[in-house]
């Protein structure tokens, strides 16, 4: 069955607060993304996105951070891991591999952490590491990946020296970063490398078929649209956009197989473009035997969250994802504690 009809008008409505916050915003921020102003638009995020030292992210001392340089793939660059934790614990704790957003083509490892640091580390006793991945299209499929994937291994193996317990890993991230975990979730598990304790996909960038109802149906509306989605995954992929083969670890929409994944978060809006690829991803997961928490916020766009955090659903979806993750855990330490 093809899709329904998309009837001009009938989308839905958007949450008064959020509804504020997407107001408030300048004609540049709205603008979709093109070809044409991709370079401009890069450049643009690059002076505008916050970049913190990593004096900065030790917040007079509350946490231990460390920039690390690691091998990347084979005949590839070194990969950048900004690894962060609350001072003083002893012990190896669990850590979130998280990757950033930012469409595959903007973005960079040091901007998400002081919120994640603040939100979830501290409160959970969690060990950070966040990933500065190649941008498309100066490295197109599967070079970002490749690079969270080297940077995954590299941890695991290293988890000694890095304080961290190599079976509580948690890979995470928001939009192009929840489509890279996701990825990366199905590469380790058909490569036999480390096996995630979980994986928390926030609105992520699933599929490059563009295809679905709401990738229509919300075209032109919030801050992120049809045609900035294309120009991303072309960035991303180049000739190979589109491609009946294109394997499922360039776009997860793509995997037929879906079993064998760990427990999966999935937050999305329902007045976002992603909607309905992220909805069908949590109902293949389900279809192949697997574990999903699926959450779709009404009246949410894409990246709700950032532009009006304190917006009573913001507020509740960062609850919701915190207290996914303190159960994930606090299963993970009742199956690994010892007896007596």
């Known amino acids: 069955m093809g899709l329904r009809r998309v009837f001009p008008g009938r989308v839905p409505p958007i949450d008064p607060e959020l509804g504020v916050a997407l107001a408030a915003l ?10 044409e102003n991709l370079r401009a638009r890069q450049e643009r995020d690059a002076a505008a996105r916050p970049r913190p030292t990593a004096e900065d992210l030790r917040a007079d001392g509350r946490f231990e951070v460390a920039e690390l340089r690691v ?6 660059p070194d990969v950048t891991l900004v690894s962060a934790r609350p001072a003083g614990l002893t012990g190896p704790l669990p850590l979130l591999y998280y990757l950033h957003g930012g469409a595959m083509i903007m973005g960079n490892a040091w901007s998400v952490l002081p919120r994640i640091l603040r939100e979830w580390a501290l409160p959970l006793e969690l060990a950070v590491i966040s990933v500065e991945y190649r941008l498309a299209p100066a490295a197109r499929y599967p070079g970002p990946l490749e690079d969270c994937y080297a940077g995954l291994v590299w941890a695991a193996g290293h988890a000694a020296e890095l304080g961290i317990d190599p ?3 948690i890979i995470g991230g928001k939009s192009a970063g929840g489509g890279l975990a996701a990825a990366l979730a199905l590469l380790t598990r058909d490569r036999g490398g480390p096996g995630p304790l979980g994986q ?7 599929d490059d078929r563009d295809a679905t109802f709401s990738s229509r149906q919300m075209s032109g509306r919030g801050i ?7 120009t991303a995954w072309k960035a991303l992929l180049g000739d190979r956009y589109g491609a009946a083969d294109l394997p499922p670890y360039a776009a997860p929409a793509r995997a037929t197989d879906l079993s064998g994944l760990p427990p999966a978060y999935i937050e999305v809006g329902s007045a976002e473009m992603f909607r309905d690829e992220d909805v069908a991803y949590a109902n293949a997961i389900w279809q192949a035997g697997g574990q999903a928490e699926l959450h779709v916020w009404p009246g ?4 709700f969250d950032g532009l009006a955090p304190k917006a009573a659903l913001s507020q509740d979806a960062r609850d919701a994802r915190t207290r996914w993750l303190r159960r994930l855990l606090a299963q993970s330490g009742t199956r690994r504690r010892p007896a007596g």
């Open 26 to 35: 300048g004609p540049e921020s709205r603008e979709p993304v093109t070809p």
């Open 71 to 76: 091998p990347g793939p084979p005949g590839a």
């Open 167 to 169: 079976g509580r890993i």
């Open 200 to 206: 928390l996909l926030l609105c992520p960038m699933l």
């Open 224 to 230: 992120w649209d049809l045609t900035s989605n294309a």
């Open 300 to 303: 949410a766009y894409h990246g």
